[in-house]
Structure formats: C-alpha cells, structure tokens
C-alpha cells in the first residue's frame, strides 16, 4: 500500500491498493479505476474518503493529470507552459476553448505548479480569448497589465506576499530644442491638449515609443510635427513627475538637435502652427516667464548655446539583443581622453 499526503507528492489525500490486495480502509468506499502513477496507467483500488476532495496524479512530461473529486475521476489535459527566470510558469493562451474545459485545466496546472514548487503564474490572454478570464479570476488570478491584443493575468503561489515586478510604471516622453544658426528656436502651437486655443509657443514634445530609443524618438517626434530633420546632439535635462497619465509617473528628457533642413510642414492633424522663432520672442513669452519649468529649460538652453553647460550624449553599448545597441548617456566631454572614456568604448556593457 502507497499512502501519500504531501501536496509535493503525485498523489495527495488519497490511498492506492495494488490489484490482488483485499484490504480496505474503514472509513473509504473503494472503486477500481485506471490511473496514471509515473507514467504509467496501472488498474488501482482507489479509497475515497466519503467527503469531497481532490487526489492528483501526473506523468512525468507534466502532459496530463487524473483529478478525482467528489469520487468521480477524471483525466485532464495540463496548460501548456515554459519556465521563466525566477521559478514561475508563463502561459500563452492561442486555442479558443470551453470556459468548463479552461477552468480543469488551470486547476489540475495550478496544483502542478504548487507540488513543483513554482512562484509566479503569468498567463497571457489574446483579446480573442478574453472569455477565459473569468476563470482565471475565481481562481486568485489578478490583471497585471493590457496591450492592444492581449491581457496578461498573474498569480502567487506561495504562501504570503507576492514578488511579482509591478506593471511599467513610467511613461517617458521627450522635449525638443532645435535652434538654426539665426538662433531661432523650432516651436509650435497645438491643436488639442492644455495648451490649445492659448497661443503659446512651445517646443516639440512627445511620447516615445515601445522598443525605441530617446534619441530616435526626439527625431521622429520633431519630423512628425514640423517636417524637419534633425541631428540627436544630447540630453540636457530630464524632470520626473507623479500621477501624470491614468496614475503613472512621467519621465521627460529634453533633448538638444540640430536642425539638418529648415522648411517647415506642419502636421495637420495634431499641430495648429510652427515657425521658426526668434529665441528672445520665445522667452519673452508671459507663460515662459511665469512657468517654472519653462524658465528653467530656457537657463539650460541659453547657457548651452553659450557653451557653459554641457548635457548628456549618447554613447552606444552592447544589448542583450544580438542586433540592436543600446545607449549610455553621459557627460561625454569631461570624459573626452581618460580611461574611462576609453573603456567604455572599447568594453561590452549589456544593459
């Protein structure tokens, strides 16, 4: 007689009788079922106990359990998973099926996951199986964060507080300073937002992109707007802010350029005006000399073209993905000559 009780065990709650053997457990009703021990489908004597439970078996490749439940047993279909990096499951949902069906299976995968000794359970649900996602809520499962297609679920399962990485918690979006060499500076008027309808001159501003770097969104964003191409030249400040978008924080870089063509187009859709501006007119704007974050930028600026200052310029590392960089930014004129310069251009740095 196998007598298992530990959840980590193939069989839980339960009693198997091997065939031949008469013995029963005084307070079982036994019932003759096939059942999957170790990979291997034997005819067993199985002891319920009279009240409701649940008795768990696996094969080895984790491709299918038995759960027996109120005496009734029952072969289910595990999920189909990968390992992450720090002892949890990931899920991708791609087959449409009953919500009943969905409901076994995550059951019978969930106890798996608790006998292994997985943490966190991620699921990812396509937006064409979002009927799914009941399920996956009655049983502890929590939204973590959309996307335009899908919907990924969450769940802890160890005792205690989770460990799961929180949603991204930042947006970052960029500001523009473009000045020609008539020390005009590139501004525009917007059609929607905050500053619609006022008549204030502004830089370019944007969010950048998923998967883009800041110096190509500050390009992209100014080409968008204006028309105008431009040189990325390097970072002069970025402000952090709270409760900005749906509760996010905000990251702003405002970044230098240099402009590489001069005749503006405006974008019609979202931008009323653009001009090239006298940067005097631009600071004697009221708004410009009121708002504190305004006047601020314009210090930077003016002391940046008056080569006081010096802001952060991109210098590309190594990325853990084999065909892309990614970029340090740093004060590099201080740098310009030392070792330090010299390492960081000649080492792999993966960020």
């Avoid at 899908?150 to 500001?175: C, K, Q």
């Avoid at 001159?201 to 080409?223: H, M, N, S, Y």
């Avoid at 990325?232 to 509760?247: D, N, Y």
Wanted: some cysteine.
């Amino acid at each position: 007689m196998i007598r298992c009780f530990s959840p980590r065990s193939f069989l839980s709650s339960a009693v198997i009788f091997p065939l031949g053997r008469n013995t029963l457990h005084s307070s079982a009703v036994c019932k003759v079922h096939s059942v999957l021990v170790f990979g291997i489908w034997v005819r067993a004597r199985i002891a319920v106990v009279a009240s409701s439970m649940a008795v768990l078996a696996c094969s080895k490749s984790g491709m299918e359990q038995v759960l027996v439940e109120n005496e009734e047993v029952q072969q289910v279909k595990l999920l189909d998973s990968v390992n992450d990096d720090f002892g949890g499951v990931i899920v991708e949902l791609s087959e449409a099926m009953d919500l009943k069906v969905f409901a076994s299976m995550l059951k019978a995968s969930i106890a798996l996951w608790r006998s292994q000794g997985k943490r966190g359970v991620w699921i990812k649900v396509p937006i064409q199986l979002v009927n799914l996602v009941e399920a996956a809520v009655k049983e502890g499962f929590w939204f973590h964060h959309a996307e335009p297609k899908y919907l990924m679920l969450a769940f802890w399962i160890p005792e205690g507080s989770h460990t799961l990485p929180a949603n991204a918690s930042h947006r970052v979006t960029i500001g523009a300073f473009v000045m020609n060499k008539k020390r005009e500076v590139l501004v525009v008027q917007e059609k929607y937002g905050i500053f619609r309808g006022t008549g204030i001159w502004k830089l370019p501003t944007g969010t950048v992109d998923e998967g883009e770097d800041i110096r190509a969104g500050a390009i992209r964003e100014v080409k968008e707007e204006t028309a105008i191409d431009t040189e990325f030249v390097e970072v002069l400040a970025f402000r952090q802010s709270h409760k900005s978008f749906f509760g996010k924080s905000d990251l702003i870089f405002v970044c230098m350029l240099r402009p590489l063509s001069f005749d503006i187009q405006k974008q019609e859709s979202e931008i009323e005006d653009a001009q090239w501006m006298p940067w005097d007119d631009y600071v004697a704007q009221p708004f410009v000399q009121t708002h504190e974050l305004s006047k601020q930028i314009v210090d930077i600026c003016k002391a940046k073209e008056d080569e006081t200052y010096f802001g952060f310029s991109p210098v590309p590392i190594a990325s853990k993905l084999p065909d892309q960089k990614s970029y340090l930014y740093l004060n590099d004129r201080d740098l310009k000559g030392s070792e330090v310069r010299m390492s960081l251009t000649t080492q792999k740095y993966i960020f």
